[in-house]
């Protein structure tokens, strides 16, 4: 009954302004309306990424839970773990609505937000009332109009470590001005030697952008491993537009959603191709057969968020048995044991 109303609800939403249909879907998580089948899992499902025990190795992407006021219900949705945020020193209302747009053909959507978000003040103090349920990370941001975006980073990190399991270091984004510069060599070490500073035993994640030449990656992971970061999140919304057929293709913002699949996946085996680093594959998720080709591509993990605009928040949970079935099919005991076995293919 819940799958059918919320098939019903996911459709009522699509029809709405996509920015007020995603608010009104974070309210629904907190009613009985919500479908809360609790953390799916199996001894093939269960993942650790930096000492991180994940029931199962199906996360939330940051942006859906950018304030963190849902972290309870959605730990009850079938991920194995969730990101909130992004987080930024200071609240701030982001770019001028629209800046939502469904790419309903496209099963995509572009964003330029801008890190719209109530300061990691109020963030901090929800994450520090969560309690128990699967670990949760935050999203570290930076303010638009900040002097000094990399001390940003630190200056979160510091505010809310106590409360996460781990952070991710966002450089990624396209819709604050200047912040993928960032990603450049020397300006990126020194952002990541300021958040390690002061990161004390928390894991920090390094998430980067699809839209990088060989040669950027090379750099980043030279950077990452010096750093010793965590992990590393492949990879954040795209700047290009091929082969869009929706109205909305020609819109401002990091386009995510399917057609991000096949160029995250490359970026993703590229860089299984150059380091040991863990990696969190990100972009175009929507199935249990994505999610493993994510995996066998070089990903120890995923993350999903637009997917569930077409989908419905029952994904997360079809996702994750999806892929203990496809394990136990080509007889992986475990996710950890599938992880790279088709790298080559991505190259």
């Known amino acids: 009954m819940k799958q059918m109303l919320e098939r019903i609800g996911t459709k009522a939403l699509r029809r709405m302004d996509p920015e007020t249909a995603h608010g009104l879907a974070l309210k629904v998580l907190h009613t009985p309306l919500a479908a809360l089948p609790g953390p799916v899992t199996s001894p093939r499902l269960r993942a650790n990424i930096a000492g991180i025990d994940m029931p199962n190795p ?22 194995g773990w969730l990101e909130v945020g992004a987080a930024t020193p200071l609240p701030q209302p982001g770019n001028p609505k629209p800046r939502l747009f469904r790419l309903t053909e496209d099963n995509a959507a572009i964003n330029r937000f801008g890190f719209n978000n109530d300061g990691m003040e109020a963030i901090n103090t929800r994450l520090a009332k969560r309690g128990k349920g699967v670990p949760v990370g935050l999203n570290l941001g930076a303010n638009k109009d900040s002097a000094n975006k990399a001390e940003d980073f630190a200056r979160v990190l510091q505010q809310c470590r106590a409360h996460i399991d781990f952070a991710t270091v966002n450089v990624s984004s396209p819709n604050t001005e200047k912040l993928r510069d960032l990603q450049g060599p020397m300006a990126l070490a020194a952002l990541l030697d300021g958040v390690m500073q002061v990161r004390g035993q928390t894991p920090v994640f390094l998430k980067i952008a699809p839209d990088l030449t060989d040669q950027d990656l090379a750099d980043i992971v030279k950077v990452a491993q010096d750093a010793r970061i965590s992990a590393i999140i492949a990879t954040n919304t795209t700047l290009d537009r091929d082969g869009l057929r929706s109205a909305n293709a020609g819109e401002k913002g990091g386009l995510s959603g399917a057609p991000l699949f096949e160029k995250s996946t490359r970026v993703l085996a590229k860089l299984r191709s150059l380091t040991d680093i863990p ?69």
């Open 58 to 79: 199906v996360g939330l992407a940051a942006g859906f839970d950018k304030n963190a006021t849902a972290i309870a219900p959605l730990s009850r949705a079938g991920f």
């Open 279 to 347: 990696l969190i594959g990100v972009g175009g998720i929507a199935s249990g057969a994505q999610a493993y080709a994510k995996i066998k591509a070089g990903a120890s993990a995923v993350q999903l968020y637009t997917g569930l605009v077409y989908g419905g928040l029952s994904l997360a949970a079809e996702i994750a048995r999806e892929l203990d079935a496809l394990l136990k099919a080509d007889g992986f005991g475990s996710v950890a044991h599938a992880v790279g076995t088709d790298t080559q293919s991505w190259l």
